[in-house]
């Protein structure tokens, strides 16, 4: 299909209908794009037979196959990048120039696991005898389930099923109910592009309690991995529990972004608009505590505020635009308790809080939040600056490290000596030093604390999905 739109369930290489539908809506218009089916327990159950059978069909593949398959996989993202932006503007609402920036950066995980397939290499040990001889290799996992968000329709499911098919391990993935269609179509160009029928499956639910628990009691599906929040990611840890699946979790943040008073204030400034407003402030390394060192307060301030002010809120659609809408109403609903909340706390707004209707948000400034307003604890996922003054380096790190999350953290400094000193204390996976965006395919992404488990990108991503085994011969 010419706009690759489809509405069904992707199921051994078929798509699988039910008579149950429900409708995946335009954030910007608020109008159905189209109705979908909703998976029905056969339906899972089919699904996890298919990645059953396709996983013993990959074993017979090489890693040579299993990476041209996934470079065709790749050149077809990239052929189809005008239509698949559209649609994941359509869906999730960014402003289209971001869509085509995640269907690269989407298929750039296809791309560095297609290369990364032909080196997982094992290990020769020397033996502590002469009468043995020991070596370790790597093996697929096995069937792999995965539970994706609606942030980043297309990158949050390439980091996935690319480096499971490199690994030789067959997939059943269940997208967000609010942006399933990159999804189905990233799943028909895969088996376009000759993915093993049975290797890439799609379960487009409304009911993800039901679907996650049917994956995850599975005996059959060997690993789970998750992006989301970490309330439903610690459900998932416990559900996975019962069957001891290996894991992967990517989950909330809380990133710090620190600006010292040495820092290029220029250039911090620019970092902070692309860490905060990407997406409408909706991912979870956006920058959501933003501490500014006190003698560069108003400077920064001065000069990030007409940046602000200037940022056009629309359609994603639309010419220029900067800020789509939030994904539903339900999310400005809780952006505006977050803002209210510290305002009635005693934060000072700067900006324009008039409603624009619908699900879209005025990009906000929120000066002087202090640690007792929720705004300081919880992930705004919206365009919002929630700025906290700091007066030096101890009391910064402390203010930093101090919440249960640890996924990416940013600052701006150019003393040599305060950048590793800070890099190295910062308890959070991902540090981006005089740079707001860090994302890359070919780096470990991922959190410590209650941000997750396990990295995707980089060749650790490959590892998430291989068993390593151990074989001690005697001679
Ligand atoms: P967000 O707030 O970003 O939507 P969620 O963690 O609620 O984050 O959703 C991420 C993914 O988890 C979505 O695909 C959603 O359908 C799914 N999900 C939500 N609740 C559950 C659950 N109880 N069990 C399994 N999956 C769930």
Known sequence: MSNLIFSDSFINGE????DTRFSVDDPATEKSIVNVSDIDEQGVNKAITAAQG????LKATNATERSETLMRWYELVIKHKQTLAELMTKEQGKPLKESLGEIDYGAGFIKWYAEEAKRSYGDVIPATDNNHRL????QPIGVVAGITPWNFPVAMVTRKVAPAYAAGCSFILKPSEHTPLCAI???YLADQAGFVKGAFNVLVSQNAKKVGEMLTDSEVVRKFTFTGSTGVGKQLLSQCASTIKRTSME????APFIIFDNADINDAIDGL???KFRNSGQACVAANRIFIQRNVLNEVLEKITPKIAALKVANGFEEGVDIGPLIYP????KVQQLIQDALNKGATLIGDQRDLGGSFQNPVIITNVTTHMDIYHQEVFGPVLTVIPF???AEVLALSNDVPYGLAAYFYSQNIKQIHRVSEALEFGMIGINEGVISNPVAPFGGVKQSGLGREGGHQGLNEYLEEKYVCIRI
């Open 251 to 254: 989950l909330g943040g809380n």
């Open 54 to 57: 396709a996983f013993s069909k």
């Open 135 to 138: 070596t370790s290799f790597k």
């Open 185 to 187: 179509a990233l799943a």
């Open 273 to 275: 608009m692309a860490a």
């Open 15 to 18: 798509f699988y209908k039910t």
């Open 391 to 393: 007066d030096n380096e």
């Open 330 to 333: 339900k999310a400005k609903e």
